[in-house]
């Protein structure tokens, strides 16, 4: 009852405020308040005002088009509305973007019913097909603390997790050794999931390729101890870079990963070649759907004698650990042997 008050005094006021203040609101309202806005109605449930909302003021934000219309879809999916989705789908793709449409993914099931999901699948496909082949695995340096130009740091790769990005990754991979004592390199992969998402493949060439030059630009640029490498990655990006290390794609110290899964490349006699020169350290959740990947791999550790670390958060889901910074230092604390 109280849920449907508020609602309805919301309507009313929101309503009312829009007729006499259309033109100023839509001046004044940022883009971080219409999302906390519509994200707030959506915790609540509101989903059909929430939806409302988004649709007066979009235009307001042009620039962020495809985030908006990401958002639409989603709430259509709250109120099963799928047939709705479609137009925003075809929109989308008219601007170029691109929503990484599959059947394979349970998602979507719902769309099959639909005579428009064939040609809508097809062209998502065909947009992020020929996005990939042109895109790059691109990347931002954070200098420590107090950098010296005349000091010789170690570096730290860091991998988003699959459906991530650069901006959403950068808010993460912080503690006091590492901001201090390492060259920090946030990398983003060139293999889109949707127009502003991306993901990683294990093993794949064009990534070797890309990490290995980008290594050798840091070398070029930079006063770097090649022997202190560490990687870093959470889920996908997490079983990328535990990958690399054991491939020794560049040369590798240890890796430092959250809630990531198994390389089809980890196998006792790889693992056994690495004994003497690389460390590992694994935080995973208790409810992480990734546990099993991690108990197969820590088998596979213990076969072949491999030195590491690995932790299960209670309660924890497939996420970053709400003390981050500390499994951070305690990370680094056993691969540098401290």
């Known amino acids: 009852m109280k849920k449907s008050f508020k609602s309805f005094l919301f309507v009313i006021l929101f309503t009312v405020f829009c007729l006499l203040n259309l033109e100023l609101y839509s001046q004044q309202i940022n883009y971080i308040d219409y999302i906390d806005s ?21 235009n307001t934000f042009p620039d962020k088009y495809f985030e908006i219309s990401k958002e639409e879809i989603f709430i259509n999916e ?18 170029g973007y691109f929503y990484f449409i599959h059947p394979a993914l349970p998602r979507f099931k719902p769309y099959e019913q639909f005579a428009a999901f064939d040609t809508v699948f097809k062209t998502d496909t065909k947009l992020r097909e020929n996005t990939i082949k042109n895109a790059n695995t691109i990347y931002e340096v954070q200098l420590p603390l ?15 997790g699959g459906g991530s990005n650069l901006e959403r990754v950068k808010k993460h ?56 490498t560490i990687v870093c990655g959470i889920s996908a990006g997490g079983t990328c870079a535990i990958d690399l290390a054991f491939r020794q794609i560049i040369p590798v110290k240890g890796f430092v990963t959250f809630c990531s899964g198994i390389s089809e490349n980890i196998k006792p006699d790889i693992v056994k070649q690495r004994n003497e020169t690389v460390r590992g350290f694994i935080v995973g959740g208790e409810n ?6 991690q108990k197969q791999m820590t088998e596979i550790f213990d076969l072949a004698n491999f030195e590491y670390k690995y932790h299960i958060v209670k309660d924890m889901e497939h996420q970053y650990p709400d003390n981050e910074n500390y499994y951070i230092n305690e990370a680094l604390k056993f691969i540098t042997n401290e």
């Open 146 to 160: 107090n950098w010296s130009k005349s000091i010789i740091y170690p570096l730290c790769f860091i991998f988003h």
């Open 78 to 95: 709250k109120l099963l509305k799928f047939e709705d989705n479609f137009s925003v789908f075809e929109a989308g793709h008219k601007k």
């Open 38 to 58: 519509i994200n707030l109605l959506e915790k609540d449930g509101d989903f059909e005002i929430a939806l409302e909302f988004l649709k007066i003021h979009r």
């Open 288 to 293: 992480d759907h990734y546990l099993p990947k």
């Open 173 to 228: 991979w912080h503690s006091d050794k590492l901001d201090s004592g390492f060259i920090k390199v946030y990398l983003q992969s060139f293999r889109h999931y949707d127009s502003e998402t991306f993901g990683w493949r294990t093993g794949e060439k064009r990534t070797d390729d890309d990490i290995q030059k980008i290594y050798d630009e840091l070398k070029a640029k930079y006063k770097i101890d090649t022997t202190n």
